[in-house]
Structures are given as C-alpha cells and as structure tokens.
C-alpha cells in the first residue's frame, strides 16, 4: 500500500519547488514474537523470548514484554543496559526521535538490540499497515508520535492474543509522561511510569539506584533556598549571542580551583578568547565540557586568574556562606595588565554530560539513602546519588550519570549506574583510565565482526586487480620481539645502471576496511590503537591487527609500495607507487636488545644497549619518514583541497627561554631560529665531564615543543612539520593503528587509480570533522597511556617501599624543584613547604634559573638523592611523593 504526502518547498533562487513524498506500508513485518502464526516468522536478527523469563513484577505477574517510549529510552537507558531487563519492544517511532535527539543513547540502544542474550526487538511501526498514523490537523509532530506509540502498544496487545489465548501475553507501555499514560489507561492498554515498574521488580532491588532522578522537585532541599539564578531559554541565549550580548564558548573547569573556570569563546575572534568564571554563582551549575553562553563583565570587574588550590571538601551543603568566605581568597592585589577578560554564565547550551568514575563518601547520617559521589576527575563537581548500597560500594570504584542540577541544590543530582570493583586493583584502575580517558575498548561488535573477510582466507585473482606480484624481492620487517601488528617492511636492491632501489611496504588495511561499512565507523571512532602497561586496545580486530594486515614472515600479504630509484648518495632520482603483494622476512633483533625491549619500561635513557638497537630503528624511521613526505607530495598534487596531511606548529620563541637559560648554565649554547639550527646545536652540546647532560637537554627541548596535529588541506595554509624540518607531511605507514593512515591509503588509491573513490574522500568539512576527531583521540590516548605508566609505577613502589635514588632537577619552581630520576624514568616534585612545619626561606632566581632554600642553592641539572615513596592518604588519588636526601 502506498502512502504520499505533497508539499510546496521555497528554493534558494526564490522559485518554488513541488514535493512529493512516498511512504510504503506493508503487511509482512514481523511482530518479533517467536511462533506467531500471523506474521509466519517474518522477522530477522534478535527476537522475543516465546515466554518471557523475565523477573516477577508485583504489578505484572503474567508474562509480558515492554514497550518504552521515547525518553524512557533517552533517560533511562542505564535501567534499560541492565542484564535484568529483557524482552523489550523498541518502536522505529522511538528509535528515530532518539536518534535525533542524542548520537550516544542511539549507540548504546543500537548495541542492546544487537545483543541477542537481551532480546530486544526493534519494530518498524511507521511501515506495518496497521500501526502507521497521519498526523492530523492541529496536531504537533510530539502528539502525533505519543500517538503513534500508544497505536503500536493497543495493537501488540490485541495481536498477541492469536498466539495463544492461554499464554496470556501482555505487552506494557513504559512512560513517564503523565497524559500520555492516562490515555494509555483510557485505551485500555496497560501502563506505568518506568519508576513504578522497577521498584514492582522485588527480586532487583538494585536496580532502584539506576533510575535516573528527573524530577527536580522530589529532591528539592529541605530549606528551599535558591543558590543559582535561573538559566536563559536557549531562543533567548541563541538571540543573545546573535546580537553579541552573550558569547558562546566551552566550559573548562580548573583541576586545582573548584571555584574557577575558563570559557573558550567559539570563533575566530581574538580579543576575549578566554573569559574567566569566578564564583560559585557566576560558575551556575556549568560542568566540564559543556556549551555555555557567558555575559561579558565591565572592566571594571575583571579579574586575575587565581593562584591559589583550592578542592572542595565537601562542607556543609546548605552553607554557601562558607562558599563566599572561600571566593573571598581568589580576590588579591594584582596589576591591571594581569587581569583577564572576567564574566558569568548565563544559560547552557549544550550539556556535554558523560559517565564519572570516582567513589561513595558516604553520608555520615545512618540509614541514609543520599550520599555524595567524589568524581576521579577534580574538574568535575560531587553529585548527589541516592543508592540503598553504600556500604557495599565503600572504598570502591563505581560510575555514576548526572541527571540535573536545580537551581537550589548545591550538587547537581544523580544516579549510580555500575560498580567497577576495589580501589587500586589492576582491572579496576585500568578500567578507570580507559573510561576516564574516553578510550572505546568494549569488544567489537557483530554487526563489526561481519564485515571481516571468511576463514581461511588467501590472496584471489580478483585481490590481484591493479596490484604488483614482489613475491620475487627480499623484504623484511625489523620490530620489536613479541610485537603482532606489524605496519611495514623494506627492501633494497642494487639496480643493473649501479643505482639503488629502496622500497617501504605497508600493510594495505583500506583492502580490508571499505568505505562507510560498520568496520569503517568503529575504526574511525576509535582513531588509533592504544598502549598500555600491559594492554593493547586495537583500533580494528584483532584477526586484521594481528593476522590478515600484519606483515608477518613468510607468508603472503597485500602491501601498499613506495619504492623509490636512488644514486650512492640517497638522492632520489624517480618515486612510484604501488598495492602490492608481499612475501616479508623477519629480522630478529639480537639479545641484547632484546633484553632491552624488557628494561624499556624503566625508560632508562643512560643504558648502552639503547644506542646498539637505535641504529637498526633509526635505518628504518628514516624511511618511514621519507615514505611519509612522499606519500603527502602525491595526494597533494592529486587532492590540492582534501588531502589529510599532518602538522607541527613552530614554538614561539618564548617557549624556548627556559631551554637557552638552561643550557647557558653550563657554558652552552643552543640555537632555536630553525629547526635545523636546533637540532645541530643540540647534537654539538655534550660535556664529557657530564655524558647525561645531553639526554636531559633533549627532554627539556621537548617540553618546549606544540602538539601535532592532523588537518584537511583545503582548510589551512600552513602545512609545514617543524619537528621534521619538512615543508609537508602525512602519515601513511601505520594503518594497522591509526585511522589517518587508511584514510591516506585511500587517497593515494585513488590518486594512482588503484581504488575508487567516495563521496566523504573528497569532502574537506567532512575530512576536517574526521581530523577533529583523530586529534582527540590521539590526545586521549596519550594521557591514557601516561596514566596507566603512573599507575604501574604506583604499584612498582607499593611493593618497593620507601627507596633512595639518584635524581636530576629538570626546573626549578618558586617553592618546589622537578627532578627526573634516569633509572625509573619517573619525574616527580620535590616541595620545600611542608603542611604544619616552620617555612624555609626561599630566593627563586629566574634569570639563571635557581632556587636558594636556607642557604642550599639548587639549578637545572644539578644532581641530587631524592627519596621516593607511595602516598595513600587519599585512596583515589594516590601519589608518589618525593622528598630530598642530599644535599641536606
């Protein structure tokens, strides 16, 4: 049966366009309920339990399933994820208001119902001739859609009575909008808000504490009192901006002061691109990483970012009084080319809200339900939980959503959704980091799994389409022992005109991984593959990363060639590029750097065996590297407006000062006008008399370094790599781990006609989205990586004790000096004030730069002993604490 709507649409031009749209309705989908002779079995993918082994409900003692509606699925879908909940019905009407409405509840709905062991079944509602409703006159497109649903549930009920009238199946409308669910009842369907269903599920008690709270009221506090004024309605904020009252920007709260924040204004203006918050009220229930609109202050009012720390130790939550005496504090003395563009916020537009780790402190009233949750984050504020597991959850690591914040409540509310388990177990914390970071590491799914090639798997006539057979050439790969997926391998050759013959392989991922497929997404959303101490999270699976992509020895694989024609000097005289099949050799490194391998987690830069194997890794850098300018040469030429390529921004000079004093205190000179130039000085700074000075200057000068980043060429004019020295740059030569690499794969595909392109290739908004997303990613994943090395070294010296070791101070502050320690790689701070001891007296010289404490005088790079030890005063921020031994 066909449907058709048609409508009048103004074109751009100013002509008028005649739309006609198709809708097809039809008698063959499926109910989703096994043996129903009705619909003869017409459904695919997961189905309904036949009788519904679901826990007993007080209220619904016969067998039945559930049916939600929209923002039962958008609020509750901690409920929902439950193991508990099964044998739910998920409405095409629902399932697409919740796509439009959050991309990440869409996700985890899309994977619930992929999950077979849940049984939920998605129903095309909009498309069965007997469930699909016209909107009707004077009807909004919410009412029409409350409709909708309430027309699928009458239905469902009335069809599984042909099943069998003694299974008496029921189907129950979950809804937590009150008209809607009186409707329900006045038609005879049964229904009850999402509230009254879980607690009539007394064999789960736990799952009360999942319920997301969403009614302010309930929770007000006892005294009524309101802190924070009332936030704008987004058309006033939107109309606001517009006029430029307000500015819009990102909410970036400080990790030292819960009483300050930083607003990062959206746009190219450079003038008050950093307003500052100050104050619990001007701060309004703002959270990390949220959209906000801020009302600009007079300059009369601005102030200077605070150098005092201040975390929030949970006062009393009635006494913002207290709050005020604390702000008091930020308030000090400072010269007016210190202060900063200052304001308030005045409306949220966006709330960027995620899951937090962190831990229970539990109220200190017995038999309590409410308690404050303390997020491992310090950026983020205590939430409010209501749980009837507190003493159960003590002392370990739980994650908890926020649900609002009312305007008078100190805490914003929320609710407990998983508990992690022991603070300070391995799996816990790096469960923790992960979760923390924003690191997808869920195991792959079966719609991604699908796309994997059949095994046993080998190379066809048809793989061998526009591809080179170098079965015939000597390659080989040089890695690390024990390491599975390996990106690329070499081959040289001496040519018959005496010239040389230099080709990079790389494994050819983009073969495998086809544009726009469910593995394509998965790997573009998680950008990279992550290291850990002892962990590997891959950016595709594990057959592709470990198996069918890695260029493992003696075994057939399909390459991706860059060869190039070089004379005695390595001049390139001619480049080519080719897909490829390969037959790859593997070098094993010998002993010594295979012990190595196993001291690398002590980073330990002074051990000999470091410079035997960095000649063999250096022969093969350089050619990755070279491969990488060449690969960028090619897809430039070709895609002069959507190449992805890779930058490294200049330092400004200024970053550099701390370097050239440094280096000037031990009579040497560094120069930082080029890249170039720095690297020849760096290479000419040595001191027999001191052979690790050089190490330590080449940390320092890394420090001084800007992050590099990804970008489409078509949205920037500044392609060049200073790290590099290179005028253009891409990365091409590890795409088992890096989703930028495919994404180059695939241009110079296309670029030399070896693969055809797509519509999102040659899109530079939609590349720019993409390098956005890998630039995060790869920001993530090293904060996760360096986390998870301060957790193992935690542990390391959990069981060590207190230890004594030789350490170099890398800076020295005001009141504290950094040492690096060589033999565990660790750099930590050493404070000369002491909580309840007499101050020392301390002179910070910046010039030289030093610190005299009493009448000790400390520089960079002077050697010293400090004492290492583990703090566990705090459980969830444990820390190594550094205190000096000599000099006294």
Not at 284 to 305: C, G, M, T, Y
Request: aromatic share 6%; proline share 5%.
């Amino acid at each position: 049966m066909l449907k058709s709507r048609t409508f009048l649409k103004k074109t751009r031009a100013g002509g008028v366009m005649k739309i006609v749209r198709e809708h097809y309705l039809r008698d063959d989908i499926g109910c989703g309920a096994p043996g129903c002779a009705a619909c003869g079995g017409a459904h695919e993918g997961p189905a309904l339990e036949p009788q519904p082994q679901d826990p007993a409900s007080s209220l619904c003692p016969r067998p039945h399933y559930l049916l939600p509606d929209t923002n039962v699925l958008l609020h509750q879908i901690d409920v929902l994820e439950d193991p508990a909940i099964r044998n739910v019905i998920v409405l095409q009407t629902v399932l697409q208001e919740v796509r439009n409405r959050s991309a990440p509840v869409y996700k985890r709905i899309r994977d619930v119902t992929n999950n077979r062991e849940k049984h939920f079944y998605t129903f095309t509602n909009e498309h069965h001739r007997e469930t699909y409703v016209e909107q009707e006159q004077g009807e909004n497109a919410n009412d029409r859609n409350d409709r909708a649903i309430r027309v699928a549930a009458k239905w469902y009920n009335e069809h599984l009575k042909n099943i069998s009238a003694e299974n008496q199946l029921q189907v129950i409308f979950i809804t937590n909008d009150r008209k809607n669910k009186e409707k329900a009842v006045e038609e005879g369907i049964p229904a009850f808000t999402c509230e009254e269903y879980v607690k009539s599920l007394t064999a789960n008690p736990e799952l009360i504490d999942r319920l997301a709270c969403l009614s302010d009221e309930r929770n007000e506090i006892e005294s009524g009192k309101v802190i924070f004024s009332e936030h704008l309605p987004l058309s006033k904020l939107q109309q606001g901006i517009k006029s430029g009252t307000y500015l819009q920007g990102t909410f970036r709260a400080s990790r030292e002061n819960y009483l300050e924040a930083t607003v990062w204004i959206h746009g190219d203006t450079e003038e008050n691109k950093e307003i500052i918050i100050q104050g619990l009220k001007h701060l309004n229930r703002a959270v990390h990483e949220d959209i906000v609109a801020v009302e600009l202050f007079p300059k009369s009012q601005w102030v200077a970012p605070s150098s005092v720390v201040l975390h929030d130790e949970g006062l009393n939550e009635d006494d913002v009084e207290k709050e005020e005496e604390r702000e008091q504090m930020l308030k000090t003395a400072v010269s007016e080319k210190m202060l900063k563009p200052t304001g308030r916020v005045v409306g949220i537009i966006k709330r960027n809200w995620r899951p937090y780790c962190g831990m229970l402190s539990k109220s200190g009233i017995k038999e309590s339900r409410r308690h404050l949750f303390t997020p491992a984050d310090k950026r983020i504020p205590r939430i409010r939980i209501e749980t009837r597991q507190a003493s159960t959850l003590e002392g370990r690591r739980i994650i908890v959503a926020i649900d609002g914040w009312p305007r008078n409540s100190r805490y914003p509310n929320g609710h407990f959704v998983k508990n992690l388990g022991d603070v300070g177990e391995k799996e816990t914390e790096t469960e923790v980091l992960l979760l923390e970071h924003d690191v997808p590491h869920q195991p792959f799914s079966q719609a991604v799994l699908s796309f994997l090639p059949k095994m046993p798997w080998s190379i066809t006539e048809k793989d061998m389409k526009n591809r080179e057979d170098l079965r015939h050439l000597c390659v080989c790969s040089v890695d690390p022992p024990g390491c599975t997926d390996i990106d690329d391998a070499l081959h040289c050759r001496e040519l018959e005109n005496g010239n040389l013959e230099v080709g990079v392989h790389i494994a050819d991922v983009s073969h495998f991984i086809r544009p726009g497929n469910a593995l394509d997404q998965e790997s573009a959303r998680r950008g990279t593959t992550v290291y850990l101490c002892e962990k590997r999270i891959d950016m595709v699976p594990e057959l592709l990363s470990s198996n069918l992509c890695s260029l493992r020895s003696n075994v057939d694989r399909l390459a991706f060639s860059c060869i190039w024609e070089m004379n005695r000097n390595a001049e390139i005289l001619k480049t080519r590029f080719t897909k490829s099949v390969i037959n790859s050799k593997a070098l094993t490194l010998s002993s010594p750097e295979v012990r190595f391998h196993m001291d690398s987690e002590t980073h330990d830069p002074i051990d000999l065996q470091t410079k035997e194997l960095r000649e063999t890794n250096s022969m093969v850098e350089e050619f990755m590297l070279l491969a990488n300018i060449s690969v960028a040469k090619r897809i430039h030429e070709e895609f002069s407006e959507h190449a992805l390529l890779r930058k490294h921004p200049a330092p400004p000079p200024s970053n550099y000062e701390i370097l050239v004093k440094a280096a000037k205190s031990k009579n040497l000179e560094i120069k930082t006008d080029t890249a170039k130039s720095l690297a020849d000085s760096l290479d000419r700074a040595e001191s027999p008399a001191f052979p690790y000075l050089n190490t330590l200057l080449r940390i320092l000068t890394t420090r001084c370094m800007m992050q590099a980043v990804y970008f489409c060429s078509g949205m920037d004019n500044d392609f060049h790599h200073y790290g590099l020295a290179s005028p253009i740059y891409t990365h091409f030569t590890s795409p088992i781990r890096r989703y930028a690499d495919i994404i180059v794969h695939r241009l110079l595909a296309v670029a030399i006609g070896a693969d055809c392109t797509y519509p999102e290739l040659t899109d530079k908004h939609k590349l720019a989205d993409i390098c956005k997303n890998l630039n995060f990613r790869h920001k993530m994943a090293q904060y996760a990586q360096r986390a998870s090395v301060a957790f193992h070294t935690q542990l390391f010296f959990k069981s060590k004790g207190i230890v004594s070791e030789e350490a170099y101070i890398l800076f020295v502050r005001k009141n504290a000096i950094v040492v690096l320690i060589p033999k565990y790689g660790l750099e930590g701070t050493v404070f000369f004030e002491e909580k309840d001891k007499p101050k020392p007296g301390l002179t910070y010289d910046d010039e030289i730069p030093s610190l005299k404490v009493e009448d000790t005088v400390f520089h960079i790079f002077d050697k010293v002993k400090v004492k290492i030890m583990l703090d566990s005063s705090n459980l969830q921020h444990q820390k190594i604490r550094m205190s000096l031994v000599e000099p006294q």
